[in-house]
């Protein structure tokens, strides 16, 4: 039972500070995660206070993994694992059961899980840790009080200095799909001999005795017995998804609603682009380097972009305040977010491969702007 307990409390502690750090990462995505479950709960009212539950959240998995480890506290990780699994493993099963969420993000960016597989991956931690709950009284820590004290203090300051750094700068590992280096047109081609969409046609109807509908198949469908059953609809139902590729939702538009993606990835000069999901939510901040951007640009005959989701009453709004040589132009807001996380962030392309991408914080100066 020894080994078992210590098999138990290892692989615990593994999955649990995988899950917190790469989620402490990138907080914002566990934030945008958060306001998706708000959404398809019906608890709107609490998005915003979703960053403040994302950093708690990956603090408490992130350290709750490391005392686990390291045995600290075994008592007290007990108890806190255990809470967490009972918690979470229902409220997979029903996002399983009812998919209003297409990925629990329980692993951030870094894995994608369907919702099932995230269910009995909870199972399965459920039985490790029900085990470490049970023999929590026969489990010894390796340090004393006032070491496991400070430990335990130690990992909660760090994680949220982490996460910290991670939400005023740009996440310091990028496990979206675009990341710098990333030639976005290869990344977005669906291959010949990739799996396709597997739909069921389901044919619905209704019965003209007791006028309840009923559904069949094509191949058993009553469409002879004309006096019993009358066609009502047709549902293509999806039993087996195909292959998505890493980025398929880059789709970029002028204003005038017409497709500029491919003119934009084909280019094969330098182009700088800033991207804003809600320019009323942009940050104003290194405005001075933004305009001697544009100015480079004018100068140099460059492309300088504004990707926004904002409408176009927005848009009209913000062409008076910035540089008059940016090219505005619309995407989703979500893709948007998923780019960069910064509003407004900006962006190095060239031949649609992305060369580096920056906080708006940390947008360069001039001299490193020219280097491209």
């Known amino acids: ?83 967490f699994i009972t918690i979470f493993t229902p409220l997979t099963f029903w996002l399983a059961f009812a998919n209003p969420v297409s990925d629990c993000g329980c692993f951030g960016d870094a894995i994608t899980l369907t919702n099932w597989q995230t269910f009995w991956k909870n199972v399965i931690l459920l039985i490790f840790i ?48 675009y990341k710098d280096g990333t030639n976005i047109y290869e990344k977005a081609i669906v291959p010949d001999d990739a799996p396709k969409d597997e739909y069921e046609t389901v044919l619905i109807y209704k019965n003209l005795k007791t006028n309840k509908t009923k559904q069949f198949t094509i191949e058993n469908c009553p469409y002879e017995d004309t006096l019993t059953w009358a066609f009502d609809t047709t549902i293509n139902k999806l039993i087996k998804k195909g292959y998505v590729p890493p980025i398929h939702d880059f789709i970029i538009s002028d204003l005038n609603g017409y497709d ?18 809600d320019l009323k939510k942009a940050n104003a901040c290194n405005m001075e380097k933004i305009e001697k951007i544009a100015n480079y640009c004018d100068a140099n005959n460059l492309m300088f972009f504004c990707f926004t989701a904002s409408g176009e009453s927005v848009i009209n709004e913000y062409k008076k305040i910035l540089p008059k040589n940016l090219i505005f132009c619309t995407g989703d807001k979500k893709m948007l977010k998923t780019f960069i996380r910064s509003n407004p962030g900006f962006v190095i392309l060239k031949s649609g491969v992305i060369h580096k991408k920056y906080h708006y914080r940390n947008i360069p100066d001039i001299d490193e702007v020219s280097k491209f």
């Open 260 to 277: 500029v993606t491919k003119e934009i990835l084909e280019n094969n000069g330098t182009s700088f682009i800033l991207i804003s999901p």
């Open 1 to 83: 039972m020894k080994v078992f307990t210590l098999i138990s409390r290892l692989i615990t502690g593994i999955v649990f500070t995988f899950s917190g750090f790469v989620k402490a990462v990138d907080p914002i995505g566990t934030q945008i995660k958060f306001g998706d479950y708000f959404f398809a709960m019906g608890l709107e009212w609490l998005t915003p206070a979703a960053l403040i539950f994302s950093f708690l959240m990956n603090a408490a998995e992130f350290g709750i993994g490391l005392m686990l480890i390291f045995n600290v506290f075994p008592k007290l990780t007990a108890w806190t694992a255990l809470l």
């Open 130 to 177: 029900v085990t470490l709950f049970l023999m929590r009284n026969k489990t010894k820590m390796f340090f004393k009080y006032k070491t496991a004290f400070l430990i335990t203090g130690g990992i909660t300051a760090l994680v949220f200095l982490f996460q910290f750094y991670n939400f005023y700068n740009l996440p310091v590992i990028d496990f979206r799909a």
